[in-house]
Nanobody
Framework: EVQLVESGGGLVQAGGSLRLSCAAS????????VGWFRQAPGKEREGVSC????????YYLDSVKGRFTISTDNAKNTVYLEMNSLKPEDTAVYYC???????????????????WGEGTLVTVSS
């Protein structure tokens, strides 16, 4: 059974930092692309960052470049999202996702994901 379990969300003031974690199981982690998505109230889900585990290729949403960093610990089948200089507009439910497609890292589109986690809420206060 495939599982993606997120943790690390919470309430933080603007300018602060959080690190999200996603523990993956049930699929060959190193053969997949993993990613973080977010969905704010009334908005569509958007790709924040994707990471092709085998190559290290990354994708970042323009609005998070320079502030967010995606990484993995392959020994633990875990993907992280380090979020710095957080802004109120970063407030959303953040979801971990995974896809088998070799090309998914280039688009990091929500429609391309094969598996999803349940999400973790990040709230940034002004």
């Amino acid at each position: 059974e495939v599982q993606l379990v997120e943790s690390g969300g919470g309430l933080v003031q603007a300018g602060g930092s959080l690190r999200l974690s996603c523990a993956a199981s049930g699929f060959p982690f190193e053969d997949y692309t993993v990613g973080w998505f977010r969905q704010a109230p009334g908005k569509e889900r958007e790709g924040v960052s994707c990471f092709k585990v085998s190559s290290g290729r990354t994708y970042y949403l323009d609005s998070v470049k320079g502030r967010f960093t995606i990484s993995t610990d392959n020994a633990k089948n875990t993907v992280y999202l380090e979020m710095n200089s957080l802004k109120p507009e970063d407030t959303a439910v953040y979801y971990c996702a995974a896809a088998r497609s070799r090309l998914w890292v280039f688009s990091c589109s929500s429609g391309g994901a094969d598996y999803w986690g349940e999400g973790t809420l990040v709230t940034v206060s002004s």
